[in-house]
């Protein structure tokens, strides 16, 4: 399957939907994880707007001077949602970049 969706999870949000119409059945790729300065906080992916499943991409904590981006790539066939559609919850200084197929 191709990344055909983009979506940009801004910091310090809170159930931020992938895609304009998230739901059961979308697909993430990819997440690039962008800390904008040495105290990033945590950034989750959640599974329909409350769990049952709660991925946690990054627990937050200090990353030096090391300022550069990182790559979670979710394999071939990426990972589904079967709640609902995807939700993320970012913390202070950090962004987050999502590519897959999402409902837009």
């Known amino acids: ?3 055909r969706d983009y979506t940009l999870i801004a910091k310090s949000q809170t159930g931020a939907a992938l895609g304009r119409a998230s739901a059961t ?3 993430v790729k990819c ?3 962008v800390p904008e300065t040495t105290a990033p906080g ?3 992916l959640i599974d329909g707007s409350s769990g049952p499943v709660t991925l946690t991409l990054y ?3 200090t990353v030096g001077a090391d300022l550069r981006p990182w790559v979670i790539d979710f394999g071939e066939e990426g990972v589904i949602s079967r709640v ?3 939700t993320v919850t970012t913390g202070d200084n950090v962004h987050v970049i ?4 999402f409902k837009l």
Do not use: E, L, N
């Not at 999502?98 to 197929?101: L, M, P």
């Open 25 to 27: 059945g979308d697909v």
């Open 1 to 3: 399957m191709k990344c």
């Open 59 to 61: 627990t937050g904590g």
């Open 42 to 44: 945590v950034v989750s």
């Open 31 to 33: 997440a690039v994880i």
């Open 98 to 101: 999502f590519s897959g197929a």
């Open 84 to 86: 609902g559609g995807w």
